[in-house]
């Protein structure tokens, strides 16, 4: 009593459908996956951009905290070569004012320096964006061609 085991044959048409189906389906893989590789690779470019932007600022806030540091030094020793109580004071009112003016540039520079980052920051990131969408569109509709 041996039982034989039915045959099962797939039609060709079926194995030429399921053949095509499985070749749309790496296709729009390949793609999205490219896509997604190059969307990575924009995100690091990205990233390295903003680093690159937040060490200039970075020194520019050094370069500036060694300015007022290097005027209160230079205060101090303007102060011990004063003769009297006046040019104590004139010297003291002296600084300040410069200081002011001195705090009020560094403040308009740098908020400008910050604007002008952030802005090329939001530009790249919107190219990176607007670049993994189009890749994924052109893959979506490569996959759709086939």
């Not at 995100?43 to 937040?54: G, N, P, V, W």
């Not at 230079?74 to 011990?80: F, G, K, N, P, V």
Request: proline share 1%.
């Amino acid at each position: 009593m041996s039982k034989s085991v039915p045959s099962y044959e797939i039609p060709a048409e079926m194995r030429t459908l399921a053949e095509k189906s499985v070749e749309q389906a790496k296709t729009a893989f390949d793609g999205f996956i490219g896509a997604a590789n190059k969307a990575v690779a924009a995100a690091d470019t990205q990233a390295s951009t903003a680093h690159t932007h937040s060490s200039e600022l970075a020194k520019r806030a050094m370069g500036y905290a060694e300015q007022n540091v290097a005027a209160a030094f230079d205060l101090a020793q303007r102060l011990l070569h004063a003769k009297d109580v006046q040019e104590v004071v004139h010297i003291q009112t002296e600084f300040v004012k410069t200081q002011v003016s001195a705090l009020q540039s560094q403040m308009t520079e740098f908020g400008t320096t910050v604007q002008a980052s952030a802005r090329k920051v939001a530009e790249s990131a919107q190219a990176t964006v607007e670049g993994a969408a189009s890749e994924i569109r052109k893959a979506a509709t490569a996959t759709k061609r086939k």
